[in-house]
């Protein structure tokens, strides 16, 4: 079946540094969107990519759909100690369902 | 509030008993989903409903797992002679029928089978 790898698992960075978390599919894509959960917390949608190609900026965040609909990535620049949260990955294979398989997650702290 | 709203918060429950989880989508909303999340995974998929009717469900949930949603307004998640692998965070989320499909999510119910 589909399958959505995440890596890396943990990253542990000093406020300021950058943070970049990676997504792979085994299969093409339809989209794919981004959610942080926050310890204890809920998935919260932080933005869906559509097109190939694709690239959206969200203030320090920056998400990018690879050009074969099957890789995306999130890079988060000056990470503050607001950023720490497990950040998630689901793909979507069609927008017919809205169905998502989740990656497991890239788990960020922020050592201030 | 009009988020999702899932009940109850907590259950703890003996191996072998049946429970029932309820989940409150946004009101406008048609599609309504059921995730499972065990500690350090990303939420699994269980099944979806657009508006009444139940489109899809994983191969990998057990017979003992069953959704409705009657109406197509609230949904339930039954989990009958539950065991302790049960033990996990079953998450309801919801989202449009058209546009971007963000899915919104209930804070979730946490099921411990002792």
């Known amino acids: 079946g589909q399958q959505v790898m995440q890596i890396p698992q943990y990253q542990h960075v000093q406020e300021g540094e950058d943070f970049t978390t990676y997504c792979n599919s085994s299969?093409?894509?339809?989209?794919i969107q981004w959610y942080k959960q926050r310890p204890g917390g809920h998935p919260v949608f932080l933005i869906q990519?559509?097109?190939?190609?694709e690239v959206k900026k969200q203030k320090r965040l920056t998400f990018q759909f690879g050009e074969a609909k099957k890789n995306s990535s999130l890079h988060i620049t000056a990470t503050q100690t607001t950023d720490v949260g497990t950040y998630f990955c689901?793909?979507?294979?069609?927008?017919?369902?809205?169905?998502?398989?989740f990656g497991q997650g890239t788990t960020l702290q922020v050592k201030p | 509030d009009t988020g999702v709203s899932q009940d109850p918060r907590h259950k703890i429950t003996k191996r072998g008993q049946n429970v029932t989880f309820r989940c409150d989508p946004i009101?406008?909303?048609?599609?309504l989903y059921w995730y499972r999340q065990t500690l350090g995974q990303g939420p699994e998929f269980l099944t979806y409903?657009?508006?009444?009717?139940?489109?899809?469900k994983s191969r990998l949930l057990s017979d003992r797992f069953s959704a409705e949603r009657p109406k197509g307004s609230f949904s339930t998640l039954e989990i009958q002679r539950t065991e302790q692998g049960d033990s996990a965070m079953y998450l309801c989320?919801?989202?449009?029928?058209?546009?971007?499909?963000?899915?919104?999510f209930g804070q979730g119910t946490r099921l411990t089978v002792v």
């Open positions: 989320a919801s989202s449009l029928l058209t546009g971007v499909a963000e899915a919104f």
């Open positions: 299969t093409t894509l339809s989209n």
């Open positions: 990519l559509v097109k190939s190609g």
């Open positions: 689901a793909g979507g294979r069609s927008s017919n369902t809205g169905k998502l398989i």
């Open positions: 009101s406008e909303h048609n599609r």
């Open positions: 409903f657009q508006n009444e009717a139940q489109l899809e």
